[in-house]
């Protein structure tokens, strides 16, 4: 008898410490996470150091979800709009205003009043880390800002050399070692242009805000509207900005890159199709695996050659949590851990972008030299690089749109289908009416 009694208190126990380990497995935590720029490389890196909270806090398990490129933003949208089972998400600067504005992002100035870590973000990252309204709807992943990448064989093949950064550096100086490169007969191209996907950005923008001085912008936080209140594509600078696209087009670029993404424009570098590329400093990790060391370097920005000037962003890129997530406590906590400065430094040294904390170089000494030191010599002579743009405003959420209807509008240009005066236009006319319904910066 009492070996049939110990026998069930034995079966009682164990029964009690299975129901007990199944509890504890029921109560840990499910986030879910999606990424924007997902790529083998990069995924594997945030993969890794997800791995790395989950043991420091086993409670916890992430899901991480990562969409091919090209679609990441409609499904991410998808997911946003039906509230999918979702947690955390990559947020970038060009969808941030439209998340913002449909109400799918936690704010989170809550948790970042007791944030020790953003002691040390940049000065760049704590001008834009907050909206208007003191809102902070993004943890700061990285900053992404365009430098030129350059075949060092090519170079010293047809014995091109640059001129110095400064004055002398300018896109017509880029021009003309972009043709000098150009060989069709060989399949060379000296220009990697960007036919796609908020081409824009490149060249008409650029040379755009260049040529008109930062001195003539209506502020730095509204760069898209001059001191009058008009639109910048109302000047004579963006329709240089348009004719250097179309130079570029014709005479140095293949003509298929007129449809070309962030993905054709890389591959062609790589490959050996094209010799020239600008592009942000997440090139740089591809680059690192899939080119032999000492073939290609990176160069700062050219300026525009009557001002002085060139135009350099503000503001980031971040990761940040869903407006009607079932945990946003401990989502937090994986915010807060991919937010500091050790874990930031170790992520963008494997992604390739510019850290957002300035202790970055204590925990990755690549961010001081090499092919970041562009960056060392733009952000070092404000006199010719000028910040600007990095906070959302109200009528910022157009951009997004606006850069798909943009898009159309080039390649028109560029296969002679489309007046440039004509589609300067529209594009001003568009941004004037957005500003005048949702109002401007009034920090």
Not at 219 to 248: C, M, N
Not at 394 to 402: G, K, N, R, V
Request: aromatic share 14%; net charge negative.
């Amino acid at each position: 008898m009492k070996k049939a009694l110990a026998l069930c208190l034995a079966l009682v126990m164990a029964l009690g410490l299975m129901s007990f380990t199944a509890s504890a497995e029921t109560e840990k935590v499910h986030l879910t996470f999606v990424e924007r720029y997902g790529s083998t490389t990069r995924t594997a890196a945030l993969r890794a150091l997800l791995d790395e909270f989950e043991a420091q806090n086993p409670d916890i398990e992430i899901e991480l979800i990562s969409p091919p490129l090209e679609s990441s933003q409609q499904k991410i949208s998808q997911m946003l709009m039906a509230k999918n089972e979702l947690d955390l998400l990559e947020v970038t600067s060009w969808e941030r205003a439209s998340y913002i504005d449909n109400g799918w992002l936690m704010d989170l100035r809550d948790y970042f009043a007791d944030y020790p870590e953003q002691e040390t973000f940049t000065e760049s990252v704590k001008s834009s880390l907050a909206t208007t309204d003191g809102s902070i709807y993004c943890m700061p992943l990285g900053c992404y800002e365009r430098m030129i990448y350059y075949r060092v064989d090519w170079m010293e093949e047809l014995g091109l050399t640059f001129p110095e950064p400064g004055e002398e550096w300018t896109f017509d100086a880029l021009y003309d070692i972009a043709k000098a490169m150009t060989d069709p007969e060989k399949g060379r191209y000296g220009w990697a242009l960007r036919g796609g996907g908020n081409s824009y950005q490149q060249f008409v923008q650029q040379v755009t805000l260049g040529n008109l001085g930062s001195e003539n912008l209506l502020s730095t936080y509204e760069p898209i509207f001059t001191k009058d209140g008009t639109s910048i594509y109302r000047t004579a600078a963006a329709k240089k900005g348009i004719e250097y696209q179309l130079k570029f087009y014709k005479d140095c670029s293949p003509a298929d890159s007129i449809a070309w993404l962030f993905s054709d424009q890389v591959n062609a570098f790589s490959t050996g199709v094209c010799g020239l590329l600008m592009q942000d400093c997440d090139c740089i990790g591809s680059f690192v695996d899939s080119m032999e060391e000492g073939t290609w370097s990176t160069y700062p920005m050219p300026i525009d050659a009557e001002s002085k000037q060139a135009s350099i962003g503000r503001g980031f890129d971040g990761w940040g949590m869903t407006s009607y997530s079932a945990h946003p406590d401990e989502a937090w906590r994986v915010l807060a851990f991919l937010g500091s400065a050790e874990i930031n430094a170790r992520f963008c040294a494997q992604y390739g972008v510019i850290p957002v904390h300035t202790t970055a170089s204590e925990y990755e000494e690549a961010f001081a030299s090499g092919y970041y030191a562009p960056y060392s010599y733009m952000f070092g002579h404000p006199e010719y690089y000028r910040s600007s743009g990095g906070v959302d405003l109200p009528y910022t959420a157009f951009t997004s749109e606006f850069g798909k209807t943009s898009d159309v509008d080039l390649q028109n240009i560029l296969m002679g289908n489309a007046d440039i005066d004509e589609v300067l236009e529209s594009w001003a006319e568009q941004w004037e009416e957005e500003r005048e319904e949702y109002g401007g910066y009034e920090g």
